[in-house]
Protein backbone atom coordinates (compact mmCIF):
# COMPACT_ATOMS: atom_id res chain seq x y z
CA UNK A 1 0.00 0.00 0.00
CA UNK A 2 1.42 3.16 -1.33
CA UNK A 3 0.94 5.94 1.20
CA UNK A 4 2.17 9.87 0.12
CA UNK A 5 2.02 12.44 3.26
CA UNK A 6 2.48 16.30 1.89
CA UNK A 7 3.47 18.98 4.51
CA UNK A 8 4.45 23.11 3.87
CA UNK A 9 1.21 24.35 3.28
CA UNK A 10 0.30 27.24 5.10
CA UNK A 11 -0.98 31.29 4.86
CA UNK A 12 1.40 33.72 2.67
CA UNK A 13 1.07 36.77 2.05
CA UNK A 14 1.26 37.49 -1.75
CA UNK A 15 5.27 37.68 -2.95
CA UNK A 16 6.07 35.07 -0.26
CA UNK A 17 7.57 31.46 -0.65
CA UNK A 18 6.33 27.87 0.24
CA UNK A 19 8.11 24.79 0.05
CA UNK A 20 6.53 21.68 -0.07
CA UNK A 21 7.16 18.12 0.62
CA UNK A 22 5.58 15.03 -0.30
CA UNK A 23 6.99 11.73 1.33
CA UNK A 24 6.25 7.90 0.17
CA UNK A 25 6.40 4.93 1.87
CA UNK A 26 5.36 1.36 0.76
CA UNK A 27 7.11 1.94 -2.34
CA UNK A 28 10.21 2.97 -3.56
CA UNK A 29 9.75 5.94 -5.75
CA UNK A 30 13.05 6.13 -8.16
CA UNK A 31 11.72 3.60 -10.78
CA UNK A 32 8.43 6.66 -11.24
CA UNK A 33 7.79 10.12 -11.70
CA UNK A 34 6.13 11.97 -9.50
CA UNK A 35 4.00 15.44 -10.37
CA UNK A 36 2.10 17.74 -8.07
CA UNK A 37 -1.49 18.83 -8.84
CA UNK A 38 -3.72 21.31 -7.35
CA UNK A 39 -7.34 22.28 -6.53
CA UNK A 40 -9.35 25.74 -5.68
CA UNK A 41 -12.14 25.49 -4.57
CA UNK A 42 -14.97 24.65 -7.37
CA UNK A 43 -12.54 24.19 -9.72
CA UNK A 44 -11.31 21.25 -11.35
CA UNK A 45 -7.72 19.65 -9.78
CA UNK A 46 -4.92 20.61 -11.81
CA UNK A 47 -1.32 19.93 -13.33
CA UNK A 48 1.29 21.97 -11.86
CA UNK A 49 4.62 20.07 -12.51
CA UNK A 50 6.14 16.61 -12.89
CA UNK A 51 9.74 15.37 -12.59
CA UNK A 52 10.87 12.06 -14.37
CA UNK A 53 12.04 8.95 -12.55
CA UNK A 54 15.11 10.28 -12.15
CA UNK A 55 14.74 14.02 -11.73
CA UNK A 56 16.57 15.18 -15.25
CA UNK A 57 13.68 16.01 -16.75
CA UNK A 58 11.01 18.72 -15.46
CA UNK A 59 7.94 20.64 -16.73
CA UNK A 60 5.27 23.20 -15.60
CA UNK A 61 2.05 24.54 -16.16
CA UNK A 62 2.83 27.93 -17.90
CA UNK A 63 0.86 30.21 -15.22
CA UNK A 64 3.58 29.12 -12.39
CA UNK A 65 7.38 28.60 -14.85
CA UNK A 66 9.67 30.44 -13.41
CA UNK A 67 8.29 30.44 -9.89
CA UNK A 68 7.81 26.98 -9.06
CA UNK A 69 10.48 24.61 -9.23
CA UNK A 70 9.78 20.76 -8.46
CA UNK A 71 12.65 18.65 -7.14
CA UNK A 72 12.92 14.89 -5.56
CA UNK A 73 15.25 12.98 -3.90
CA UNK A 74 14.81 9.32 -4.26
CA UNK A 75 17.13 8.51 -1.43
CA UNK A 76 14.87 10.38 0.86
CA UNK A 77 11.56 8.87 -1.06
CA UNK A 78 10.64 12.66 -1.02
CA UNK A 79 9.34 14.73 -4.15
CA UNK A 80 9.41 18.88 -3.30
CA UNK A 81 7.73 21.90 -4.85
CA UNK A 82 9.44 24.89 -4.13
CA UNK A 83 6.76 27.98 -4.77
CA UNK A 84 7.96 31.43 -5.15
CA UNK A 85 6.66 34.73 -5.89
CA UNK A 86 3.56 33.17 -4.66
CA UNK A 87 0.01 34.97 -5.77
CA UNK A 88 -3.25 34.63 -4.72
CA UNK A 89 -4.54 33.10 -7.89
CA UNK A 90 -1.89 30.27 -6.49
CA UNK A 91 -4.65 29.61 -3.17
CA UNK A 92 -5.51 25.99 -3.41
CA UNK A 93 -5.13 22.25 -2.00
CA UNK A 94 -1.76 21.06 -3.38
CA UNK A 95 -1.76 17.05 -3.69
CA UNK A 96 1.48 14.90 -4.79
CA UNK A 97 1.37 12.05 -7.05
CA UNK A 98 3.20 9.04 -8.49
CA UNK A 99 2.82 8.20 -12.20
CA UNK A 100 2.86 4.92 -13.36
CA UNK A 101 5.69 5.03 -15.16
CA UNK A 102 9.12 6.76 -15.09
CA UNK A 103 8.43 9.36 -18.01
CA UNK A 104 6.81 12.60 -17.69
CA UNK A 105 3.07 12.71 -16.94
CA UNK A 106 0.78 15.97 -16.93
CA UNK A 107 -2.88 14.16 -17.35
CA UNK A 108 -4.56 12.98 -13.88
CA UNK A 109 -5.46 9.13 -15.53
CA UNK A 110 -1.72 8.24 -15.77
CA UNK A 111 -1.47 9.04 -11.98
CA UNK A 112 -2.69 6.37 -9.79
CA UNK A 113 -1.57 7.09 -5.65
CA UNK A 114 -2.58 10.17 -4.87
CA UNK A 115 -1.95 12.18 -0.92
CA UNK A 116 -4.42 13.52 0.88
CA UNK A 117 -3.45 17.14 0.37
CA UNK A 118 -1.73 20.32 1.82
CA UNK A 119 -3.93 23.61 1.90
CA UNK A 120 -1.41 26.82 0.31
CA UNK A 121 -3.42 29.94 1.25
CA UNK A 122 -1.99 33.08 -1.04
CA UNK A 123 -3.34 36.39 0.72
CA UNK A 124 -3.34 39.72 -1.58
Known amino acids: QVQLVESGGGLVQAGGSLRLSCVAS????????MGWFRQAPEKEREFVASINWNGAVTYYRDSVKGRFTISRDNAKNTVYLQMNSLKPEDTAVYYC?????????????????WGQGTQVTVSS
Open 97 to 113: AVARTGDLKIKRADYNY
Open 26 to 33: GRTLSNYA
